[in-house]
């Protein structure tokens, strides 16, 4: 095996197409297993550019649909399966950022969460404890959670722009909880709309495993 990452992205993409999920799945631990990637490489050089390759024509997608539904579900059984090797890494981060809690969560009409299901794991390899809330979390219900949790850290996952419009909502009613969380963005719907955290009152914006990191370090200083 090669761990070009490009040449595993394909071998991996060649067995989703097929809808091989059990060819996909072990392809991807053998990949963990003998170095030749890490959690981020795999997460960020093969199985995120796998789910952008997903193209279904738009005259078709009434009827096709299902394509990309299962093989979605075959990318999120990977991460699933993934789960021994985060756990890893998580035991070396030791006591890093213990007792520090990030909740992960997509608004309400937001159904594209494998971005932050991936992101999860990232935090989860830092030290965090980690809350998952997962997709189209109603406001009310997005509240209720922090408010109940009390999180540090609030991370907000968007892919479709339309749901740009409830950040400026959601990021100021966090930040009237007491305590007030710190606000993360992230979500291919602000590198699309060029749009910054600031024009949301967020925090910054977390879109990679190196972010992530840099955040941990910064916790830690």
Known sequence: ???????????????????????AVQYALSLLESGEASIPVLYEQVLAPALNRIEIPRCDEDCMIWREHMMSHIVRTTIEAAHPYVQKEREKAG?????????????QEEYHEMGMRMGSDFFAMEGYQVAYIGCNTPRDTLLDAAKTLKPQIVSIGVTNYLNLAQLPFLVGALKA???APAVYLSGSALEH????????????????????KALSEGQKA
């Open 193 to 212: 709309t060029g749009k910054q955290a600031e024009d949301f009152g967020a925090d910054g914006i977390l879109t990679t495993y190196a972010s992530i």
């Open 95 to 107: 006591d890093a950022n213990m007792g520090l809690l990030v909740m992960l969560v997509c608004p």
């Open 177 to 179: 909880l007491s305590p």
């Open 1 to 23: 095996m090669s761990n070009n990452p490009e040449t595993m992205r394909d071998a991996y993409v060649a067995k989703l197409e097929q809808f091989d999920k059990d060819g």
